[in-house]
């Protein structure tokens, strides 16, 4: 489980994140949902302990990420926008180097390598350089990564950008897998189509601050609106949602 209470982080005079308090489950997938600049990467980073809150706490499972960060990373996988992966690696090599810092035995790591390149369909490029990976082999390879050491928590920031439709089937396809398996998984998107094909609970977030925590079918009610992009709209901006035509 993931848990934020009251997070704030400003960056000189603006005020990134304005209190954001949310709850992911295990067993469910949470979308963080919202415009661009909205705080969804920030509140991200300080989960994954890449960033210090200004105020506010988070915790991993009840690991607090401020006071005890590395037992909190231990029990998460990440995968940060823009998935890089070490170039002079290969697929395998990355995953298994990332298992070693995770301080899985060589035997394990291997194992868990090849489990993971076959259950992501990595065979075709698992052991050529990734100087040369697409940007799709290059989030499998990323994700793989996040995935060696077993965590019980996945953050994801915008998963599947710049991936092509059936890399992101497969995606779609393995996080509703963990899902089922009783994982916690946490990814931030402003792509309705994604949000309302994967999540169990939405999180919408504006101007650093939460709007409202629902499933895809109470927004949709709360906004009365038929779409969940129409009911993001609304929610976000009730007076800007009624002009128009």
């Known amino acids: 489980m993931i848990e934020a209470r009251a997070l704030i982080k400003r960056f000189g005079t603006l005020t990134a994140l304005d209190g954001v308090s949310l709850r992911a489950a295990d067993g469910r997938i949470t979308g963080l949902l919202g415009p661009n600049g909205a705080g969804k990467s920030t509140t991200l980073r300080i989960l994954y302990t890449v960033l210090r809150p200004d105020g506010g706490e988070a915790w991993i499972d009840g690991a607090s990420v401020l006071a005890h960060s590395l037992e909190a990373r231990r029990r998460m996988g990440v995968l940060p926008h823009g998935a890089g992966v070490y170039p002079n690696l290969t697929a395998r090599e990355n995953i298994e180097y990332f298992g070693a810092l995770h301080g899985l035995a060589r035997a394990v790591r291997r194992a868990r390598a090849a489990q993971l390149i076959a259950r992501l369909e990595m065979q075709p490029f698992a052991d050529r350089a990734a100087k040369g990976f697409s940007q799709g082999e290059r989030v ?6 996040a995935l060696v050491h077993q965590p019980r928590n996945l953050l994801l920031d915008e998963p599947t950008s710049g991936l092509d439709v059936m890399a992101v089937r497969t995606l779609r396809r393995l996080l509703g897998e963990l899902r089922d398996e009783g994982h916690c998984i946490l990814f931030s ?7 309302a094909a ?5 999180i919408v977030i504006a101007g650093g601050r939460v709007v409202v925590q629902a499933g895809p079918d109470e927004l949709k009610a709360r906004a009365g609106t038929a779409s969940l992009e129409e009911a993001f709209v609304r929610l976000i901006d009730p007076n800007g949602a009624q002009d128009g035509p």
């Open 140 to 145: 499998k390879t990323a994700l793989a990564r």
């Open 198 to 202: 994967l999540c169990d609970e939405v």
């Open 189 to 195: 998107s402003h792509v309705m189509q994604e949000v």
